[in-house]
């Protein structure tokens, strides 16, 4: 029998991700629809975009914040074109996104790389990485639900820098930014905003990378943040590269005043802990379901990934069951990732929807695999 009650948000997906709750569009401030992202109107809300997300993640003093093109995948290939080559490099991958760029540094930009690689479900092992080298890995696995546990791996004294791909990690995971050089990540994970931009953070230690060395191969012009040898300071204050959408940059605003509003980052980390706990208890109630990552610690508060002990076509029978009823959309593993389920359990998330969807994840794993 099917269960009484349903989500009152069914939007499960693992970007772009639920809004927040209570979002309207009504509620964004449109004054700078139809103007100009130079005018004194739209720098502004630009600016004020770079300026609140340092304040609200309580970034250090002298890191710098910027809106760039092409999401969290623009923000990463602008760091690895700006950056790379004037050291040795180590890539961690233990899903989709670390192999593409660990893909990019060998067959696009050419370099020898040392590659820390893991299966879905497993981290590297942390303790090979060689920190006199630029290091780039992602802090969650978006697409196998396997996080960085924390950052006591990563040494204070490093020589290299350390490139973090954290789109699916920041606002909803504590970040060692101190350890950190660049950070990247995009307004349509943990906040629920608008895909096409990305979020680029870069650390006093990455400017001056920036300012004293030049890459040997060609530079996009969307990837271009020093001129004449120095930083283009202008991207860090509002001024970006290209137009971004003006419609996008209200809705992040929107997510950021949200954030402030519940209480800041703990808030919001909280929030995604909670929504953990909840799918922790009901797997722990059911032999059926399991979670991708091998270790606890390494279990993702975001991009939850599971297993089934059912065949892939079950999984997608059931994922079309809960998608044909209203109850969970785009809820299905990453295409390259093993058969099973990804259920975002992000801030923007309610846990009171998660504990309603349980039911039906249980009815539709029984209508999936009967008989």
Request: charged letters at 20%; one cysteine or more.
């Amino acid at each position: 029998m099917q269960p009484a009650i349903k989500s009152r948000n069914p939007n499960f997906s693992s970007g772009p991700c639920s809004k927040r709750p209570g979002y309207s569009l009504d509620q964004l401030d449109v004054s700078t629809l139809g103007r100009s992202h130079r005018s004194t109107i739209g720098k502004a809300a630009l600016q004020r975009a770079c300026e609140d997300t340092a304040e609200l993640l309580g970034l250090p003093a002298g890191y710098r914040v910027g809106v760039v093109p092409g999401s969290d995948t623009g923000a990463v290939e602008m760091a690895m074109w700006s950056l790379l080559g004037a050291r040795g490099v180590d890539i961690l991958q233990w899903e989709s996104f670390g192999k593409g760029w660990l893909s990019n540094a060998t067959k696009e930009l050419k370099l020898t790389v040392n590659a820390h690689e893991a299966d879905y479900g497993l981290l590297p092992d942390l303790s090979k990485v060689n920190f006199d080298n630029d290091v780039i890995f992602t802090w969650n696995g978006t697409t196998s639900g396997v996080k960085v546990p924390n950052g006591d791996w990563i040494p204070g004294d490093r020589k290299g820098l350390t490139i973090c791909d954290a789109t699916s990690a920041v606002f909803a995971m504590e970040m060692p930014w101190e350890k950190l050089d660049v950070i990247t990540f995009s307004w349509q994970k943990v906040l629920g905003g608008e895909g096409a931009h990305g979020m680029l953070i870069l650390s006093p230690r990455a400017v001056e990378r920036l300012e004293t060395y030049k890459p040997s191969w060609p530079m996009p012009k969307l990837f271009r943040m020093t001129s004449g040898g120095k930083l283009q300071e202008g991207i860090f204050k509002g001024d970006t590269i290209n137009t971004p959408s003006m419609l996008a940059v209200a809705d992040y605003l929107d997510a950021l005043d949200w954030v402030r509003s519940i209480g800041g980052v703990k808030e919001t980390i909280a929030r995604s802990n909670a929504n953990l706990a909840v799918l922790e208890k009901f797997v722990a109630a059911n032999d059926w379901i399991s979670f991708l990552p091998q270790l606890p610690e390494t279990r993702s508060n975001t991009s939850v990934c599971f297993v089934l002990k059912a065949t892939a076509d079950q999984v997608k029978a059931m994922i079309k069951l809960l998608d044909k009823e209203g109850v969970a959309y785009d809820i299905g593993a990453y295409r390259d990732a093993p058969a099973g389920l990804r259920i975002w359990c992000g801030a923007t998330v309610d846990a009171a929807d998660l504990e309603a969807l349980l039911p039906w994840l249980t009815w539709a794993y029984q209508e999936a695999t009967k008989g």
